[in-house]
């Protein structure tokens, strides 16, 4: 079936990195674009960064320009998060996401479990 | 920058009764670019609507998408205990951001 599994959260130090990972099965990776979205408690879910099906077209958050970088790998169905000088608001439970329709960003119809990311001291 | 305000914040409601939410965009977006997710704790977000009126593989004909204008509002007739959990809609449609959520509504029980 359609499965999406994200690895790669923890606690990490203010100002350190981390790399997330998605690893997508049970459907053809390369036709679909992907997205990052977070949850917390206190901001709710909050759209990250999307990536096209080839990897030719990404767009972020305006928040988060510069810090974070999305890309994918089609030839082993994984789509990644690299997030650098982390805050401590970057603190969230981050999902990845499968967008169903081609060409600009739209809706989720298949998410991950979720990893989660506490940036603490 | 499109912003999604859901109302109301909470509801509190008992199994069988009709909950309405509701999503009010800032300025014009077309109904096809609208859609409802309800998440429950500790679990991923799920699909209900997409294009404001579209039900999601899956749920329940106890659901229902409606527009008007800036105004959307997510129906469930009569609500089961699974029901109760927190509803987000969710514009996309190109610009910056493309994609904006709104705050939520938490659907508990009274």
């Known amino acids: 079936q359609v499965q999406l599994v994200e690895s790669g959260g923890g606690v990490v130090q203010p100002g350190r990195s981390l790399r997330l990972s998605c690893a997508a099965s049970?459907?053809?990776?390369?036709?679909?674009?992907m997205h990052w979205v977070r949850h917390s408690p206190d901001k709710g879910l909050e759209w990250v960064a999307v990536?096209?099906?080839?990897?030719?077209?990404?767009y972020y958050a305006d928040s988060l320009k510069g810090r974070f970088t999305i890309s994918r790998d089609n030839s082993k169905n994984m789509l990644y998060l690299q997030m650098n000088s982390l805050r401590v608001e970057d603190t969230a439970v981050y999902y990845c996401?499968?967008?169903?329709?081609?060409?600009?960003?739209?809706?989720?119809?298949?998410w991950g479990q979720g990893t989660l990311v506490t940036v603490s001291s | 920058e499109i912003v999604l305000t859901q109302s109301p914040g909470t509801l509190s409601l008992s199994p069988g009764e009709r909950a309405t939410l509701s999503c009010r965009a800032t300025?014009?977006?077309?109904?096809?670019?609208l859609a409802w997710y309800q998440q429950q704790p500790g679990q991923a977000p799920r699909l209900l609507f997409y294009?404001?009126?579209s039900r999601a593989t899956g749920v329940p004909d106890r659901f229902s998408g409606s527009a008007s204008g800036t105004d959307f509002t997510l129906t469930i007739s009569r609500l089961e205990p699974e029901d109760f959990a927190v509803y987000y809609c969710?514009?996309?449609?190109?610009?910056?951001?493309?994609?904006?959520f709104g705050r939520g509504t938490r659907l508990e029980i009274k």
């Open positions: 996401a499968r967008d169903p329709v081609d060409g600009v960003p739209d809706y989720f119809d298949t």
């Open positions: 049970g459907f053809t990776f390369s036709f679909y674009t």
């Open positions: 990536i096209s099906h080839d990897g030719s077209h990404i």
């Open positions: 300025e014009g977006v077309s109904s096809r670019s």
């Open positions: 294009g404001a009126y």
């Open positions: 969710q514009h996309h449609g190109g610009g910056s951001p493309p994609i904006t």
